[in-house]
């Protein structure tokens, strides 16, 4: 017979605490709250009343709902008080000595039927597990932050949980609304595991000053669509427990993507723990407060790097693909003169066509005005030689990601384009140097990586070289804001920021499939529910395309030689195998039958 969990104990007050015991007592549940010191429950009481206040704002919540709410918890600096519970879940500090400790003082106290959960984010739930005479009643509970908003569920299994207690507990979870996942007992579990190291390298970017901390957290919000960048995550969760999360995986892993960079250390001796603080990679109006204040980094107008702008108004792009079309659309839309390039007028009348269909498009849905879509038409000229690119002041280049066709574009572009033109590439993963190599004017040759669908997504790389210009690469983010889009600024390595970052993390969500840690659906919904991003991993590499991802994952393994970045057997073995994603009906998943 199923379990009933009629009242629950929750250890452990803080932000994570409260949040749980809130879920448990919206669902109609009695809760004991337990915290240490009158201190401790004065916080933890301030957090749930302050969580209510915002649902009663919100219109989430009645006046006489919240009252009720609350009065279904129960606050006590006792756990002997803890006595008649059938669940209890510790949200203590993460630290293994602590929440063992607290599970077998917990064990003296409550039923030997009662469940034992930990809401830890990274530890060992077997090594919990033993400090009790429950092993075999003992799971992981990893609720997400904030846990009345967040639906994941982690649920850890270990290697002597009763197969009933993981059942019960699921439908448990089930039953307050939220989706669990059922996992073996590993550090990091799905989402940390594969989070945590996304952070870390986001943590050593900055480390290296590659790019700044705006640039790196726009880039992963407007170019993945993540809900915050990783440093600004980072400031929330805590520098201090970000960098226990990682050790804790290292030292079960021994993967150099979970060694915390060195940065980690530094910040947390200094005490810049983040948010908690009022102080990490940001800096904040108030300890706890999520308000961002100027400070000394603050990076000044992209446009100030160079007292002299170049001036742009025709801009030429070469190539008739999905990239440039759209890039074509960008530009005249903003009132840019735009002369496109394409290898053969059929190609040419193709590219035309389909900038129309879009504006078309665009009138239908009401976005832009008829007049509007013809100006931008009249903007375009289409040619299919290299001299009526001649007079642009700047060409973009958005041909095939091969180095030799890219090199070979440029090359001719040397030739015909007048002193002073700035050349782009839009090369997602090539060398922008190697651009500039097949001409005689380096220093005129930049990166300009727009993202597809170019009319739509806000964000571009502006990449510079080691010979790029100060000049050009101001003039390249004056026009990225003249067209209505967000410029961030980085050096010439592979992957520039986007990739550099997205694709190690999609790489680890191979290995745990390979590893047959989870399946695909419950790595999906991990991420999906437990991180908040648009599309899990495999969603993601299937749109994609796994052959392309394969290529950038060579690229920075190439240029890196880190191990954690080879890509992963699986992923070679499914672009041998033809399933290349969406685009051949199988990848990943099967799209034959849908």
């Known amino acids: 017979m199923a379990r009933e969990f009629e009242v629950v104990g929750v250890v452990g007050l803080g932000t994570m605490g409260a949040g749980i015991a809130e879920v448990f007592a919206r669902n109609g549940l009695r809760v ?13 009481r301030a957090h749930l009343e302050a969580s209510t206040s915002r649902a009663l704002s919100r ?7 919240a009252k009720a709410l609350l009065d279904r918890i129960t606050l006590t600096t006792e756990l002997a008080d803890l006595a ?35 809401n830890t984010s990274s530890l060992s ?3 919990l597990s033993v400090r009790t005479g429950r092993p075999s009643r003992v799971v992981g509970m990893h609720f997400f932050n904030p846990a009345p908003v967040q639906q994941l569920v982690e649920l850890v299994r270990t290697v002597v949980t009763e197969p009933d207690v993981v059942d019960d507990v699921a439908e448990f979870a089930r039953g307050l609304g939220k989706v669990p996942v059922v996992i073996g007992d590993r550090a990091g579990f799905i989402a940390n595991a594969l989070l945590f190291g996304y952070l870390n390298q986001a943590a050593k970017m900055f480390e290296e000053r590659y790019a700044s901390r705006e640039d790196i957290d726009a880039a992963m919000r407007l170019g993945c669509g993540y809900p915050m960048g990783p440093l600004a995550l980072l400031d929330l969760i805590g520098l201090d427990t970000a960098y226990e999360i990682l050790m804790t995986m290292y030292n079960q892993s021994h993967n150099l993507m979970h060694a915390p960079t060195p940065v980690f250390k530094q910040m947390i001796t200094a005490g810049l723990l983040g948010r908690k603080s009022g102080r990490g990679f940001y800096t904040y109006d108030s300890a706890d407060s999520p308000k961002v204040v100027p400070d000394t980094a603050a990076p000044g107008s992209a446009a100030a790097a160079s007292d002299s702008l170049r001036s742009v108004s025709t801009v030429g792009v070469v190539g008739t693909g999905t990239m440039a079309t759209g890039i074509v659309e960008v530009l005249a839309k903003a009132g840019m003169d735009v002369v496109v390039r394409g290898r053969s007028a059929h190609k040419t009348e193709a590219a035309t066509a389909a900038l129309r269909r879009s504006l078309d498009k665009a009138v239908v849905r009401g976005k832009l005005s008829e007049s509007d879509r013809d100006a931008a038409l009249s903007k375009v000229r289409a040619t299919t030689d290299f001299e009526d690119l001649a007079t642009c002041d700047l060409v973009i280049e958005a041909v095939a990601e091969e180095l030799d066709v890219k090199r070979a574009v440029f090359g001719a572009l040397d030739e015909v384009c007048k002193p002073g033109a700035i050349l782009a590439t839009t090369t997602s993963s090539l060398p922008v140097i190697e651009c500039a190599a097949a001409t005689s004017r380096a220093g005129d040759v930049v990166g300009m990586h727009f993202f597809n669908p170019a009319p739509v997504m806000k964000l571009v790389e502006v990449v510079s070289t080691i010979a790029t210009s100060a000049d050009v690469v101001a003039t390249a983010n004056q026009v990225c804001a003249s067209i209505g889009k967000h410029a961030v600024n980085c050096g010439d390595r592979a992957g520039f920021i986007v990739n550099a970052l997205l694709f190690p993390y999609l790489n680890d969500a191979v290995k745990m499939l390979e590893g047959h840690y989870a399946s695909a659906d419950d790595i999906d919904a991990a991420m999906k529910k437990g991180c908040a991003l648009p599309m899990g991993p495999f969603e993601l590499l299937d749109v994609v395309g796994l052959d392309v991802s394969l290529a950038i994952e060579r690229t920075l393994y190439q240029e890196f030689r880190t191990s954690g970045f080879a890509p992963a057997p699986l992923l070679e073995h499914l672009v041998t195998a033809g399933r290349l994603g969406r685009k051949t009906g199988q990848g990943f998943r099967d799209y034959t039958a849908r």
């Not at 004991?32 to 933890?44: A, D």
């Not at 917990?106 to 039927?113: A, L, T």
Request: net charge negative.
């Open 32 to 44: 004991i709250g337990v915290e240490e010191g009158s201190t401790g429950l004065s916080r933890g």
């Open 59 to 65: 219109g989430k919540l009645t006046e006489e709902a």
């Open 84 to 118: 008649d519970v059938d669940l209890v879940i510790e949200a203590v500090p993460e630290r293994l000595d602590l929440k063992a400790d607290l599970f077998a003082a917990i064990d003296k106290i409550v039923r030997p039927d009662v469940v034992l959960a930990s």
């Open 125 to 127: 739930i077997t090594e």
